[in-house]
């Protein structure tokens, strides 16, 4: 054994899955409020919770039939819960935007590209400075998404749809 490391069985404490896209049924998801011990602060986590989940893709293999996905909250844009909820909207548009709706039901999440405020780095992967501080800026990441959802369509495609019918019929274009 190593001198001054010592192994253990204990969960990641990360909180990263090998999980990238996967369908599950929700069985609950709540808010928590954690401590930063590194910057003394506190930050509020979403966490949801899976049943009967069926793999389609990872990073390393997945034999457990539940998951739990954490998103740390914010209200700000180009964050990841920003991508989340935008996800979320685009397929549950409903009033108040309630995710109790979401609770049992079959439904499929992904990794998926988006925009998000982060650390500019260098090539090497160390910060960039500017004015004494990071700097920071929008750029392509992935975060977790709703691709969809059992009993509801994507209202973003379907919008652009009835669009290209619309468009189709001021062109004089129909089926026959």
Same mark, same amino acid.
């Given at each position: 054994?190593?001198e001054?490391?010592?192994?253990?069985?204990?969960?990641p404490?990360d909180?990263?899955?090998?999980?990238i896209?996967?369908?599950?049924?929700?069985?609950?998801?709540?808010?928590?409020?954690?401590h930063?011990e590194?910057?003394?602060r506190?930050?509020?986590?979403?966490?949801?919770?899976?049943?009967?989940?069926?793999v389609?893709?990872?990073?390393?293999?997945y034999?457990?039939?539940?998951?739990?996905i954490e998103?740390?909250?914010?209200?700000?844009?180009d964050t990841? $819960? @920003?991508?989340?909820?935008?996800s979320f *909207?685009?397929?549950?548009?409903?009033?108040? &935007?309630s995710?109790?709706?979401?609770? +049992?039901k079959?439904?499929? $999440? @992904?990794?998926?590209?988006?925009?998000l *405020?982060?650390?500019?780095?260098?090539?090497? &992967?160390?910060?960039?400075?500017?004015k +004494?501080?990071?700097?920071?800026?929008?750029q392509?990441?992935?975060?977790?998404?709703?691709?969809?959802?059992?009993?509801?369509?994507?209202?973003?495609?379907?919008?652009?749809?009835?669009?290209?019918?619309?468009?189709?019929l001021?062109?004089c274009?129909?089926e026959?």
């Open positions: 054994m190593a001054g490391f010592i192994p253990n069985a204990n969960p404490t909180s990263r899955t090998p999980l896209r996967f369908k599950g049924v929700l069985k609950q998801y709540k808010g928590e409020v954690r930063d590194t910057r003394n506190d930050f509020q986590m979403v966490v949801f919770d899976f049943t009967d989940v069926e389609i893709e990872t990073s390393d293999p034999p457990f039939p539940i998951a739990k998103i740390s909250y914010s209200e700000r844009a990841r $819960w @920003a991508a989340f909820a935008k *909207r685009n397929l549950c548009a409903v009033p108040g &935007g995710f109790d709706i979401l609770v +049992g079959k439904q499929e $999440w @992904a990794q998926a590209p988006c925009m *405020r982060q650390p500019v780095l260098d090539d090497d &992967g160390n910060a960039v400075e500017e +004494g501080r990071p700097k920071w800026a929008n392509p990441s992935t975060s977790w998404q709703v691709v969809s959802v059992e009993g509801f369509a994507n209202t973003a495609n379907m919008c652009k749809l009835f669009q290209d019918v619309l468009i189709d001021l062109d274009k129909n026959e």
